[in-house]
């Protein structure tokens, strides 16, 4: 076993003869320093999770089973008495065993070098050497191939917002502030990131820089490569576990002066970190939503920079509820960049009422027209809609069968090109039919996804170039940057894509944006949903118009009188959010109450309900907390298993953390805990 020691102690409460002897030591200094360990130990107790899952979260799986924290790898060498053997050109019946001397007397050799030379049967020429104390192999330390930066490119004047904000960054390296920025899109909210990574770097010190998404990386990758001469390392889950203990191998020794990445990037070793920047601090990546370990790399990106004493700018167009609190109560400072970078004009918005337009394949006939007006133009169309596949539902005209995933409740989504029928919720596959398993008649698919607005728009612009982004065409490494080639050289003119174009990309000759099925969002039993609808809305516009030709925003909806639509029109992003945190405080959601969830998943919806209920009935006698449920999840089944949860909400949060420091353990030891799996998501951010 591989263990890692977090305290020592003159004594155990553990019978001596139960204890077991440390056999080795692997690392010669401590692989998590004092404010890191520290982090990872406030996390533990802020989102009540066990420390040493923890702490394996924060470490590759190749250092968790016993990998160095340095580089090495196995050199074979002679020894004195294979140097006199060799002279007396021993062994002399054994000509593959001397010529592995004769190789060796040179100079000490790798496996590969030895296979080169010798080819593979050097193993079996090397064992009777070694017995005869003539050779030896050791593992001897390497340096892992750091990356030698080029030389700096000069970057663009900054505008007086731009140096206002570098500069009032820059006057807070070395001490903790909490700045956000602010910025529409396209206002150059990466350049003030750069000059703030800069002067950090010219201090001696490290940056750790945060985004999203994989797909980002590559982009801002390249610009910080460009900007700034010092090696980086990169960070995320498209990683293999050979890339992710190198990458983490070069923060921890120092030799990276940048660490890039996503989420799990937040517990990286930066050595003599100084700033942390998050980018895009609104997007719900940020959350882990999965597994036991469920915590926010924003927050806890605020935390490590509280702890280490340095600054964290948290950039975006549209901020988080939660964060727009922090600035109205003076606890993090605004930064705001108002106009576009080089004088671009923003971009005209307006709204496309369906129920008075013709539409096909999803396509109004106004939309149909602006497209066609911008593609003369010369200019480039991104149509966004948040639905990959062909069409979300299969339908019998005759009986009404809907294609069911049989392992959800839900519906199974027509992938046309593969002749599928799959669930987006667990992954099922299934042969598309072509006529109605209940009674026969023909089957219809019904609705749009990116693949159908694809053959939709090859069809009404035909040798028009389409390029598509989505999870079903983007898969392979490699295949992003390729997109993004093809879009960037102009290439591609019609871009389709659902949220992996919403996030940060730059597209200077897009002029048009088209937004479909925007209403998804407008009546969901979410709270969070109209936040994080007018933040779609508003990122993708922001897609438009980043030239110098003025861009322009077409939403298309059933429902153009909606006050959130109405509100993002005459006021934008700043307006909704006024509304929504007055919303929010008189229903007293957060930011103004402080939530917590227990979910859990059974084989029956019996058992995963009779769990949660025995776990509410320990809490009776709670004060200054409410228990909400329990109550089937809004899928109430996926993936084969039956889900449930349980909402805990309290005005304060030390009096949350305090209920949930006791109502704990004994939910633990419940009995029923043990027959079904369950979690608990701190300051949850998907509720139904």
């Not at 692989?31 to 533990?44: F, P």
Request: glycine residues 8%; proline residues 6%; positive net charge.
């Amino acid at each position: 076993m591989i263990g890692i020691v977090m305290g020592t102690a003159e004594r155990s409460d553990v019978a001596e003869e139960k204890l077991k002897s440390v056999l080795e030591v692997l690392d010669e200094r401590p692989i998590v320093d004092s404010a890191l360990l520290e982090l990872l130990r406030w996390a533990a107790g802020y989102y009540h999770h066990p420390i040493g899952e923890v702490v394996a979260s924060a470490l590759p799986t190749a250092l968790r089973t016993g990998a160095g924290t340095r580089a090495s790898e196995e050199r074979w060498r002679i020894t004195t008495a294979g140097e006199q053997a060799c002279a007396r050109d021993e062994p002399s019946r054994a000509p593959k065993q001397r010529r592995l001397l004769q190789e060796l007397r040179g100079a000490p050799r790798t496996p590969h070098e030895l296979r080169e030379r010798l080819g593979d049967s050097w193993r079996a020429a090397a064992r009777p050497l070694t017995v005869r104390g003539w050779i030896e192999s050791a593992l001897a330390e390497t340096g892992d191939a750091a990356e030698i930066p080029s030389a700096p490119q000069p970057g663009p004047p900054l505008n007086d917002e731009q140096q206002a904000a570098a500069a009032a960054i820059q006057s807070g390296l070395g001490r903790f502030g909490a700045f956000v920025l602010q910025g529409v899109t396209g206002s150059g909210k990466t350049e003030v990131y750069l000059r703030a990574a800069q002067r950090t770097l010219a201090e001696g010190r490290s940056a750790l820089v945060l985004v999203p998404e994989i797909g980002l990386t590559p982009q801002l990758l390249g610009r910080f490569r460009e900007r700034l001469a010092a090696p980086m390392a990169v960070l995320h889950s498209g990683l293999t576990e050979r890339e992710r203990l190198l990458a983490w191998r070069e923060a921890f020794s120092g030799r990276a002066r940048v660490v890039l990445g996503t989420r799990s990037a937040v517990f990286a070793p930066v050595s003599n970190l100084g700033i942390i920047i998050v980018d895009e601090e609104h997007d719900a990546s940020y959350k882990q939503h999965d597994g036991g370990f469920r915590y926010s790399a924003r927050d806890l990106a605020v935390m490590r920079a509280r702890g280490a004493n340095v600054p964290v700018v948290l950039g975006s167009a549209t901020p988080a509820i939660e964060t727009l609190h922090n600035l109205d109560s003076g606890r993090y400072t605004r930064l705001t960049l108002t106009r576009r970078a080089m004088r671009a004009a923003p971009p005209r918005l307006s709204l496309i009422d369906l129920r008075a337009h013709a539409q096909s394949g999803g396509l109004s006939t106004p939309a149909v027209q602006a497209m066609t007006a911008h593609l003369a133009a010369g200019a480039q169309v991104l149509v966004f809609i948040n639905r990959r596949g062909y069409a979300p539902t299969l339908l019998c005209t005759a009986c009404g069968w809907i294609a069911p995933c049989t392992e959800c409740d839900a519906r199974l989504t027509v992938h046309l090109a593969a002749r599928a029928l799959r669930c987006h919720h667990c992954g099922a596959d299934a042969p598309l039919p072509q006529r109605c398993p209940q009674c026969g008649f023909a089957v219809k698919a019904v609705g749009q996804g990116t693949e159908r607005v694809e053959e939709t728009l090859t069809s009404v612009f035909p040798g028009v170039p389409v390029v598509r982004l989505d999870r079903d065409v983007i898969r392979r490494p490699g295949e992003l940057e390729q997109a993004m080639h093809r879009i960037a050289s102009g290439e591609g003119r019609i871009v389709i894509g659902t949220q992996m174009v919403t996030k940060g990309h730059d597209f200077p000759n897009v002029t048009l944006v088209v937004v479909l099925n925007a209403d998804q969002g407008l009546f969901s039993s979410d709270f969070r949903a109209p936040e994080r609808l007018a933040q779609t809305i508003v990122q993708v516009a922001g897609r438009s118009g980043r030239g110098e030709r003025p861009g322009e925003v077409l939403v298309q909806t059933e429902f153009p009188e909606h006050p959130l639509l109405n509100g993002l029109l005459a006021e934008g992003y700043e307006g909704f959010a006024r509304t929504a945190l007055a919303e929010r405080r008189a229903a007293a959601w957060p930011p103004f109450s402080r939530l917590a969830a227990v979910r859990d998943s059974a084989a029956s919806a019996e058992a995963a309900l009779a769990f949660l209920t025995e776990a509410r009935a320990l809490a009776e006698d709670a004060r200054g907390v409410h228990l909400l449920g329990p109550v089937p999840a809004a899928m109430a089944k996926r993936a084969g298993r039956h889900h449930a949860q349980l909402l805990i909400e309290s005005r304060e949060r030390g009096g949350l953390h305090r209920f949930l420091d006791t109502w704990l353990p004994r939910v633990q030891s419940l009995p029923s805990a043990r027959r079904v799996r369950w979690a608990l998501d701190v300051d949850p951010i998907e509720l139904f």
